[in-house]
């Protein structure tokens, strides 16, 4: 009985010290490289309970556009991933999107992207050398589509699993002529008075006196934020306290985590959504008009593909196929919003042959560690979804954006 | 005999030449693919002993160990 005892004791303190530790993992401050959880527990992820296509829409004009952008999420990730969660004859929710098509990812420097030039086709319209953030290879700056939304009275948001000034969220938002300007591209996000980013980098937000910080000047661009009328926030339950229409969410200092008790991106997205159909409604006109525009990034999918670690790249995909569900919803029940779900590359050089049955008959191949210049896959749904159809370059997507929500000219250059 | 180990960062979005346990020459490609204002060449001679993807920077970081 004593032992019994003894040995219900000692299981309760190791049980406590695991929960203690499990949560310093991921708190804010965590490390995203040692607070990866259980990758192989899939349970946060709730498959669609039909296969059948989202509904199209009969609306014509676009009001809101979602762009979700998988980084290095070829056609072989997310088959592998709704083979994992889904089995043989389901489909995550990007896969049910009405309309399908393929997109040509080279940059102006190479057969093979990285994700600053990739960015940077997605969001100008313009082909630029890689590494670059915002500007053509001649170093002149060109409008964002989300700038030009912004032009339009347009509240905008970028949402990312990565630091918020990793090179897809940044060719949103600023223009450097290397993506390794992290220190630049904060200033320029905050300068730019985005309604909402969430991501994580809070590092290039502290003035160098910090502690944290990884900026070599004193400027506190969190203070300035502040003053600028921002919600800043940093974990989970700040996030769900946001009222305004404008929000600051760096909830660690480097990556996100992908873990609890931090947010998940869908839970990010869908407050993105929130505070921007918020922020429209506070600009005074009617029926949420004039419409939003929101970049959602799940960055770690790319991460997991240079590790060729297909575990995570399952997990990543799936992480970030919530996020698009969120924006799906959203979109069904407004009515006219467009969603865009694409990539910027893929990495890995991933293919699938014939598995082990208990391992969903796939195995999976790399033959790379870097990125590749295979085409990336593409969905739609909404008002104009159509005109994504088919085979396309980078380049015409914000450039059918844009036409969409009647952002002319586009491209443009920023004088 | 004490050992020296020599890190190289190489641009993550090419292909990487080398394994760990790959011996390789000073001047020896380390990555291939997409030009880079990145070094992708060995600075030393030595043994390919650790690789790692650092994605906030985006690049491999190489160790290369060498006698002292």
Not at chain 1, 5 to 12: C, E, F, G, N
Not at chain 1, 198 to 217: I, T, V
Not at chain 1, 329 to 349: I, N, S
Request: net charge neutral.
């Amino acid at each position: 009985m004593r032992m019994t005892v003894r040995t219900i004791l000692i299981a309760t303190i190791f049980l406590a010290m695991t929960i203690v530790l499990a949560g310093a993992c991921a708190a804010p401050g965590a490390d995203y490289r040692t607070a990866k959880g259980n990758a192989n527990d899939l349970s946060f992820y709730q498959p669609s309970i039909t296969t059948a296509p989202y509904p199209l829409t009969s609306a014509r004009r676009v009001r809101n556009v979602i762009l979700c952008i998988g980084d290095g999420m070829g056609l072989s990730q997310v088959a592998m991933a709704s083979a994992k969660a889904t089995g043989p004859g389901g489909k995550l929710h990007m896969e049910r999107l009405p309309v399908a098509g393929t997109v040509r990812t080279y940059s102006a420097s190479s057969r093979v992207t990285d994700s600053a030039a990739a960015g940077t086709a997605l969001a100008t319209g313009v082909k630029t050398k890689n590494g670059m953030i915002g500007v053509d290879p001649d170093e002149r700056a060109y409008l964002t589509v989300l700038e030009a939304a912004q032009a339009k009275g347009m509240p905008t948001g970028l949402v990312a699993t990565s630091a918020i000034t990793h090179a897809t969220p940044a060719s949103f938002g600023a223009h450097v002529r290397s993506r390794k300007m992290e220190t630049d591209i904060a200033e320029q996000l905050i300068a730019n008075e985005i309604n909402v980013l969430f991501g994580g980098g809070r590092e290039f937000f502290l003035p160098k006196s910090h502690p944290d910080s990884g900026r070599k000047d004193d400027l506190d661009l969190i203070a300035q934020a502040r003053e600028a009328g921002y919600a800043v926030v940093g974990t989970a339950s700040e996030l769900r306290s946001i009222r305004g229409p404008h929000a600051l969410g760096l909830f660690q200092l480097e990556a996100l985590t992908t873990v609890e008790p931090e947010a998940s991106l869908a839970m990010l997205a869908s407050k993105a959504i929130q505070v921007l159909r918020h922020a429209c409604l506070e600009s005074g006109a009617r029926d949420g008009r004039p419409g939003f525009f929101l970049m959602i990034e799940g960055s770690q999918i790319d991460w997991a593909c240079h590790d060729n670690d297909a575990v995570n790249a399952v997990r990543q995909t799936l992480l970030f196929d919530q996020a698009v569900e969120a924006a799906v919803d959203f979109a069904l029940r407004d009515g006219r919003t467009l969603v865009v779900v694409t990539a910027d590359h893929e990495t890995g050089g991933l293919t699938l042959t014939a598995g082990a049955s208990e391992d969903d008959g796939l195995a999976p191949h790399w033959s790379t560690k870097g990125h590749t210049g295979s085409p990336v896959p593409l969905w739609a749904i909404g008002p104009g979804a159509a005109h994504f159809a088919g085979v396309q370059d980078n380049t015409d997507i914000p450039k059918k954006i844009a036409r969409l929500l009647g952002l002319r000219p586009f491209p443009k250059r920023v004088k | 005999m004490s050992e020296r180990e020599t890190i190289v960062r190489v641009n993550a979005t090419g292909d990487l030449n080398v394994r760990v346990g790959d011996r390789v020459r000073r001047g020896q490609e380390l990555s291939a693919g997409p030009s880079t204002d990145s070094p992708s060449t060995a600075p030393v001679s030595g043994l390919i002993s650790r690789i790692q993807f650092d994605p906030d920077n985006h690049e491999f970081v190489i160790a290369i160990t060498a006698p002292a």
